[in-house]
């Protein structure tokens, strides 16, 4: 199956407005402050979607559909625990201080509240895990434009090689993004992942409606699958009552607020688009309603990964038919070994040194679970739709990864450049600062991709930089934005005490049926776990703890800032934001509590 | 005031359902194409959808535009433009 002139019609119409929007604000950027800044003046529903589309990233899709092809509707805990719950809190505690503060990022945020070392300590760590992610979402697209055959014919007509495919896939993808993001700046960044959110809607819900049908709705779908598959939280108290093999603490303390508060109240590149409305009150409201269609993503996502291993697996079929005349014909019908080694169409991984299925340590098939929303595609969507369905990827992939770029020169400009290597900078040098961030940023995440490539799928890697950076992260933005005692010193030793202990879980433990070296290990094994995905889930509980302890600690060993000085940076020390006299259906608050209830009963339904 | 994001995220899905209906209608009929997706000829189908998003979304968009034209005559260079695409 190739992708037909059609389907590169539409994808062509796709990238032509994505372009164009981004291009069309390239005339208004005339200094570093318009390039990296949006001005307040956004509607609430760009906000929202902005918001929305910043959140979706190839990694998203890519690697929670893989998790849950390999462990079934648990991964729907990414969005239940880590997700929902984490907007809600955000939208109601943490975006009047973000807001009301006037800061334009997270480390900028710390500096105010507590000191300019953290500041920069923040902003370094930031860039490190935006650059990393970006390559995570190169490798994702390369991997699907290989797996969906885009440019075979392409690279058959000029005589190259299949195997520079990958490579010309990441390289036009990072051009792809640096071109959007140098010509719209963040506003024009915040414009095409409206576009994107949309996309990504309508390529991939017609994928699972197509498939539900195919395989008899939920019932049937229930029916092909395991019975641990089909439920998100039976055995969740036990590492050994369910797949993944989550426990209730790496489950509630390491995913729902190590890794899933730490991706929302510190992600700058989520973030950035709240940031962009026109009062507090839209601000708040921002998170709530992105956590509205985030919700349904676990069917937009998930269940795509589901179906794809409820498929039957194919193999290779011999046909006999003797005719009216005496002749016998032998039909074969052959499958690659990929194919036929796989579990339903998900492919085994191919050793590229012997040709033969790639087996773990522990002597067991690895599979592809990457491909499983890729080869949903092309299972079910006939020429027309497969073009769609190609460009909700590609949409998906650019709006996470616009977002990360937009922010990390965001973050480098102003929280490193501007206020520790050339302080009080002019204008004109940030603007190109920022420019070349942009080129620097891709250029540098082009060199990761091909250390993502050895992990097992995309989301173990994304994780395991989650680990290092955002859950330290998290416990000095929340103890500095709930607790009025906390120090800059504090915050400084707990960030980098958090950050060290990741390193070492890193490398003092490792999973099963991996060797030592970057799935961790790489200093003893001294604990193991059954597999990455609880490995460093495991390491944020401990960055998260050690660090929120050490910043008490060496909070209470310094003296803090006067109350006087923390107004608006403190949560207990800032007036409660105005309601505007409305009523109470209007407040955030009704709007958040409605939200959690609806994630409650998506729970229950998964359950 | 920026662009109104309506108007090119409305063009754009009625344009791609435009594509994919009128490909859904060239293929309509019993065809090896739809075989992968269940008989349904889903182009067609998924091409109105995309078609009726796209244009509520232009119209949405054109209507504020149309409000603010009355309200400012004279300044009204991109409905100008949208106007002699239709």
Redesign the interface.
């Known amino acids: 199956m190739r992708l037909t002139s059609i389907d590169c019609l539409i994808l062509l119409l796709y990238l032509v407005f994505a372009l164009g929007i981004a291009l069309s604000f390239r005339s208004r950027i005339k200094t570093s402050v318009d390039f990296l800044l949006t001005g307040r003046t956004f509607p609430l529903w760009i906000c929202a979607l902005a918001f929305a589309g910043a959140s979706i990233s190839a990694p998203e899709v890519i690697g929670l559909s893989a998790l849950g092809a390999r462990y079934g509707l648990q991964a729907a805990h990414f969005y239940g625990i880590a997700a929902i719950p984490a907007m809600a809190i955000l939208g109601l505690f943490l975006m009047p201080l973000y807001y009301g503060s006037k800061a334009r990022s997270v480390p900028e945020f710390l500096g105010l509240r507590f000191d300019h070392k953290t500041r920069i300590l923040t902003a370094c760590l930031f860039a490190l895990m935006t650059v990393f992610s970006s390559s995570i979402s190169l490798y994702a697209i390369a991997r699907v434009v290989q797996g969906l055959h885009v440019f075979d014919g392409l690279f058959r007509s000029i005589g190259r090689p299949a195997s520079e495919i990958f490579l010309f896939a990441i390289v036009l993808s990072a051009i792809i993004v640096i071109v959007c993001v140098i010509a719209g700046g963040l506003a024009g960044t915040m414009y095409t992942q409206v576009l994107n959110f949309c996309m990504f809607v309508a390529g991939l819900l017609p994928l699972t409606l197509l498939g539900l049908k195919s395989i008899g709705g939920w019932a049937g779908l229930k029916a092909s699958l395991s019975v641990p598959f089909m439920h998100e939280w039976k055995g969740a108290l036990h590492a050994n009552g369910n797949p993944m093999s989550f426990d209730i603490v790496s489950l509630c303390v390491g995913l729902g607020l190590a890794l899933g508060a730490g991706y929302w109240f510190t992600n700058v590149s989520v973030l950035q688009p709240a940031l962009a409305s026109t009062d507090a009150d839209a601000a708040r409201r921002v998170p709530l309603i992105a956590a509205i269609p985030r919700m349904l993503f676990p069917f937009l996502v998930i269940v795509p990964g589901l179906m794809a291993i409820a498929l039957p697996t194919p193999h290779s079929v011999t046909t006999v038919t003797t005719n009216p005349d005496g002749s016998i014909v032998h039909s074969i019908q052959v499958v690659s070994p990929e194919a036929a080694q796989g579990k339903g169409i998900v492919p085994a991984k191919i050793d590229p040194a012997t040709g033969q299925p790639a087996k773990t340590a522990g002597g067991q098939a690895q599979r592809s679970y990457d491909m499983a929303v890729p080869n949903m595609l092309l299972h079910y969507f006939p020429t027309g739709m497969l073009g769609l369905g190609f460009a909700a990827l590609l949409a998906a992939f650019m709006s996470g990864m616009a977002g990360n770029v937009a922010a990390v020169n965001t973050v480098f400009t102003r929280d490193i450049y501007q206020s520790a290597i050339r302080r009080g900078a002019s204008e004109e040098p940030c603007l190109a600062v920022a420019r070349w961030t942009t080129v620097a940023s891709v250029v540098r995440s082009l060199g990761g991709v091909y250390a993502i490539a050895r992990f097992e799928s995309v989301l173990e890697p994304l994780i395991l930089i989650a680990s290092i950076v955002n859950a330290p992260l998290l416990a000095a933005v929340l103890l500095g934005a709930f607790w009025k005692r906390s120090t800059g010193h504090g915050a400084f030793a707990g960030l980098i005490s958090g950050t060290v202990a990741a390193i070492l879980h890193h490398g003092l433990t490792l999973s099963a049926e991996t060797h030592p070296g970057i799935h961790g290990g790489w200093i003893r094994v001294a604990h193991q776990y059954p597999n990455e995905i609880t490995q460093n889930v495991w390491g944020a509980v401990f960055a998260f703890c050690l660090g929120a302890l050490v910043v008490v600690v060496a909070s209470l060993a310094t003296s803090p800032r006067s109350e006087r000085e923390l107004v608006g940076m403190v949560y207990s020390l800032t007036p409660r934001p105005e309601q505007h006299r409305a009523e109470w259906w209007r407040r955030p608050e009704a709007l958040a509590v409605a939200i959690l209830v609806g994630a409650i009963a998506i729970n229950i339904f998964l359950a | 005031m ?2 109104d ?1 309506r108007l ?2 409305g ?3 009625s ?2 359902g435009i ?2 209906a009128a ?2 209608l060239a293929t309509r009929g019993p065809s090896p ?2 075989e ?3 008989g ?1 000829n ?2 067609l189908v ?1 091409g109105i959808v ?1 078609l009726v ?1 796209g244009q509520t979304m232009f119209q949405l968009g054109r209507r504020t535009l149309n409000q603010r034209d009355k309200l400012v005559p004279g300044k009204s260079a991109k409905g100008a433009v949208v106007r002699r695409k239709r």
Request: proline share 4%.
């Open positions: 920026t662009l994001l090119p995220i063009l754009m899905f344009l791609l594509i994919l490909f859904g194409l739809y992968r997706s269940l349904v889903a182009n998924w995309l998003f």
